[in-house]
Structures are given as C-alpha cells and as structure tokens.
C-alpha cells in the first residue's frame, strides 16, 4: 500500500519583491516536496511598499534600468511589450526608444513585478508546487515550539504551523508624531498625504532619493514644471502658493549623487574576495573581517587593470584619507552647481555607454561588504558607520536625470534649497502644529527655525530590537540583539567608561557594540539568547537586520539573501 508523502510546509510572509525572490527560489528549486503559503498585507503581490502607491505616485522613477535587474522570468525589455496601450501613454514610454538602460516610472515596475509573481505561480502549477495566497491578510505573531521545530503563524483568522517561515515584510516606518502634531509627517510614504496645497516654507529631514520623492510630489501640487522650445525645464508657483518652497536639511548639507551608465549591471565582480578568501583571513585575524582588508582587496586592487591612473592615485591611502579626497569636491563646490556638473558627467557617460568607474566600484564594495559586516570588529563597524558609509550613501544612491533635472529647475526658481545642520541638529516637535529644527550654521551659530509642516526624510530607519514586531518571538527569547566585538578590549573598556550607551560588557569581560536590530547568522536565521540559530525561521525584512547588513541593495539584495536561505533549506 502506497504512503501519501509528507510534504514540507513553508510561509512566506509579505508578497512584495523579496517575497517574490523567495517564491521564485523555490518553484525553480527542481523539488516539489512543499507547499507555500503567501501572507500578503496587500490585495496585490510583487510590488511591496516601493513601487506600489505606498511608496510612489505617477511622478516617482526608479533608480534602477532592466540591465541592472536580476533575472526573474522575463526581462522588462520583453515584458514592456505586452503592455497595454494606455497604461504607455499613461507613464508616457515610447517603444521605439525604450532600451534596457532606462528606468521606468516605479508604479510601472510595480506593475512588472506583479505580472512576474503571476508567471512564477504558473511555473509553480505546472511543475505541482501548492500555493496558498492569503491576500489582505495581516501577521499579528509568530511563535516557534522547540521541541517539535514547528513556526505557527498566527492572523485575525487563523493560527497555522509551518516547518519553515521566512519573514519578508519589507519596509515599515513607524508613526511616532504623525496624526498627533498638525504638520508632521514621520515618512513622506504613501505620497498621497502629501499632496498638499501650502504657501509657506516645507523643512525636509534628508536629501536623500526619499527626500527626492517627497520635493516631487509637493511641487506639483504647488506649482507646474514647462519644457520651453529648447527642452529646458523650468517651475513656476501656483497663483495662490507664492510663498511655498522647500528647504532639505542635512547632515552634510550634500546631494546625492547622479546617475551614470553602469557597466556592471548586478553589482557582482569576479574580482570580489570569496567566502574563502574570508574565511582564510577571519582565521589569521582573531576571527574578525578587517574594513581595511575588505577595501584593499574589493575595492582598491580592482582598479590596477581598470583604471590605473585611478589606481596610482588612491593606492597609499587609507580609508579616511580616501573620503576626504573624495568628499573634497564636493565640500567644495556649491551642492546644486556640483548637481549641474555631474548631471553633464552621467548624460556623456549613458551616451557614450562608459562607466564612472569608480563611483560604480563604490557600489560593488558596498554590496560585497554588506553580508560579511556581521564579521566586523566594533572598532571597523564604527569606522564603516561614521567614515565610509556617509560617502556611499551620497556616491551609490544614483538619482535618476528627469529626478536631477526637476531638482534643478526648482532650485532655480528659489523654491528648493538646502542647508547643512550636523550631526547634533534635533527636530522639536510643537503642540500646536509644526516644529522647531534646531542646528548650527556653518559658522557655528545656533539656529532656532520654526516650521509649519515637517516631513522626515532620512530613509528607512533601522529598527531596534524592541521594535521587532512579532512579540512571542521575543518573549520566548527566540530573537537576540545583534552585537559585535570589540578586538581591542581596552578601546571597549575606554568608549563603556565614558559612559556610551550602545557599549556594553559580558559576563566574561569582552566589550560588544549594540547595533540595530537581531541578531542572524549567514544564511538569515534568527539567532536565540543562546546564541543557537533557528533551522526553521528565516527574516529578510531589512528594517529588522540593518546592523548586521548595513547597506542592503535592493532587489539584488533580495536575490543574494533568497539563494542562502533555499540552500541552508531541507527540501530535498
């Protein structure tokens, strides 16, 4: 008599694109022992937060062409021509000039990324993979029973287990002053609550691509851009907003970078270091990944073939001296003439089809650095935090030309500024509506500026351990705070007396960093008070593992993050 097989029950939770990177690991796994079940907040899967209208309007692009996508069942190139007719003339695409190279409007590629989620559960049917999508479906807890490895999952209604659940939840700001003080906004998302008709002065928090989104969509709705005879664009009040503009507030009082021609589309290069190669130097090195290393090797060695000239002239310094030489520039010029300069740099640079080499490279050491962090000593990871990030951050954030142009033609018409307000600047929200933005000048003087409305700006926040928002897990101390390791107890002992907060001292005597969020180890398992990791949860949801992954990239983190966890998987 023939024994029906067990099959393997796996939960992924949150349908948007690492939601859709998981699904896609699996059905093309070549194993049919499974059935998925899909928890969608949504009625709509593969969008997620970014390229759904809860993070973008009609005006929003992404940063990212079809070269630089990963493969998922068809390329954007092939699926721009199925669309129809009227959502084109909507997104104003013309197929005739359309190449891999350009972005697309974000709603669009939400649009994309929902078709290739319904591509990949036709593969999944016909190679006999069950799913199960529980569309508007919230996750209230996970739980996790030790002793039978079992993950229940539990929503308004219904409590299931599972024998794997990998937590894809994606983006989350969470409200802090929004809806309590009139004229705060903790996130400019969804950018439909922005579509505010105002005549006064906006601060932005950032200068960042979400403060980009935010500067978009308040300029519409209070004024209109024109093209004249020449293609130049330029931006004019509406009537009854003479007094509206915009003032970005940032640390460095720097504007992110412009987008050029990538030549190496997935942000992979066989030059990187291999887990090998840092398993081998971990050993030599009391078991920590020295930042110097990594920036010798994934960043510095690279350039002997590619640029030498580049080479010759960054090969001596060290990693602060190299931030200096490159933050120079731009310390030096003007942020929007600078904005100028390098929007005429990334124009030659698409035409000519040539890369801005180093500035790609930058991104490339970004990501080959982001998964092995954890390996980090706290000494590197400060220095990672506070050096070499802030110039990443600028350098990779890549901001789209029709973005560039718009900020451009703003800013000439005087309703777009920004202004530099270090690091010690505070946001002091008001009880009648608006707030106070405390800074220094670039003099030192202290400034006190009073604001109607306030839009927080800086990005996805990582978030702390306390903000985990599946209680059981932790509860049950299934979850632990990620941490790292001083090397040098001494310089542990130093920074824990001077009383820093995120410093603190073990049972043993050892010194560790608190950064944010949990504790994983490589393959995204949640890792207990123990120290112990979890066969059978995963999280990919990059607000809660931002310590131990500091620059996640994307889609191409989605990519890179699902294969680890199919492999570690046991479905075969």
């Not at 509506?433 to 409305?453: A, L, R």
């Amino acid at each position: 008599m023939k024994t029906e097989e067990i099959k393997k029950q796996i939960a992924i939770l949150g349908g948007g694109p690492s939601g859709l990177f998981m699904y896609k690991r699996l059905v093309e796994s070549g194993k049919t022992n499974f059935e998925i079940d899909i928890y969608e907040r949504k009625s709509t899967l593969g969008a997620g937060m970014p390229y759904s209208p809860e993070g973008a309007n009609d005006e929003h692009v992404t940063n990212v062409s079809d070269n630089e996508t990963p493969g998922i069942v068809n390329s954007v190139s092939e699926w721009i021509l199925t669309v129809p007719a009227e959502v084109l003339e909507r997104f104003a695409i013309d197929l005739e000039r359309f190449t891999e190279y350009k972005v697309l409007p974000r709603l669009l590629f939400g649009y994309y990324l929902a078709d290739q989620f319904k591509l990949l559960q036709l593969k999944g049917d016909e190679a006999g993979i069950t799913t199960r999508v529980h569309y508007k479906s919230n996750v209230l807890d996970i739980s996790y029973n030790e002793h039978e490895k079992e993950v229940w999952v539990e929503t308004v209604t219904d409590k299931k287990k599972f024998d794997y659940v990998v937590i894809c939840t994606g983006h989350n700001w969470p409200v802090r002053y929004e809806g309590k003080v009139k004229g705060y906004f903790d996130a400019p998302y969804p950018p439909s609550k922005l579509l505010l008709k105002l005549n006064h002065a906006v601060a932005i928090k950032g200068s960042s691509l979400t403060a980009i989104d935010a500067i978009r969509t308040l300029a519409r709705e209070n004024g209109l851009f024109t093209k004249d005879e020449n293609g130049n664009l330029s931006f004019q009040n509406h009537a009854e907003s003479p007094d509206f503009k915009m003032i970005m507030h940032s640390r460095s009082g720097m504007l992110p970078a412009v987008r050029f021609h990538l030549e190496d589309s997935h942000l992979n290069n066989s030059s990187l270091l291999t887990e090998e190669e840092i398993e081998l130097h971990r050993k030599s090195n009391d078991g920590f990944l020295s930042l110097d290393y990594v920036f010798q090797k994934d960043f510095k060695d690279i350039f002997q073939d590619k640029d030498p000239k580049f080479y010759n002239r960054i090969k001596d310094l060290s990693i602060e001296d190299f931030v200096v030489e490159m933050m120079e520039l731009r310390e030096r010029l003007e942020p929007f003439q600078l904005l100028k300069a390098e929007y005429v740099q990334a124009e030659k640079s698409i035409k000519r089809q040539e890369s801005v080499y180093w500035k790609e490279m930058l991104a490339v050491l970004s990501f080959a650095m982001n998964h092995p962090a954890k390996y980090l000593s706290a000494e590197d990871m400060q220095r990672l935090q506070k050096v070499l990030m802030p110039l990443i951050s600028i350098v990779i954030a890549f901001v789209p030309q029709k973005s560039c142009v718009e900020l451009l033609a703003l800013h000439h018409a005087g309703v777009l500024d920004i202004i530099p307000v270090g690091a010690e600047s505070s946001v002091e929200p008001q009880t009648d509506g608006g707030i106070v933005y405390h800074f220094s000048d670039e003099e030192n003087n202290p400034k006190s500026v009073y604001y109607e409305t306030f839009v927080d700006c800086v990005g996805q926040p990582h978030l702390s351990y306390a903000d985990f928002p599946f209680k059981s897990l932790l509860s049950q101390k299934a979850i632990t705070p990620a941490k790292i390791k001083f090397k040098s107890n001494e310089v542990g002992h130093i920074a824990f007396s001077e009383g820093n907060t995120s410093i603190e001292k073990d049972s043993t005597g050892s010194y560790f960093l608190s950064v944010s969020g949990i504790a994983i180890n490589d393959n995204f398992q949640i890792i207990d008070q123990y120290g112990a990791y979890n066969e059978n949860l995963y999280i990919m949801a990059v607000p809660y593992i931002g310590g131990y992954n500091p620059d996640y990239s994307g889609l191409d983190f989605c990519e890179a993050a699902s294969l680890r966890i199919l492999n570690s998987m046991n479905i075969s």
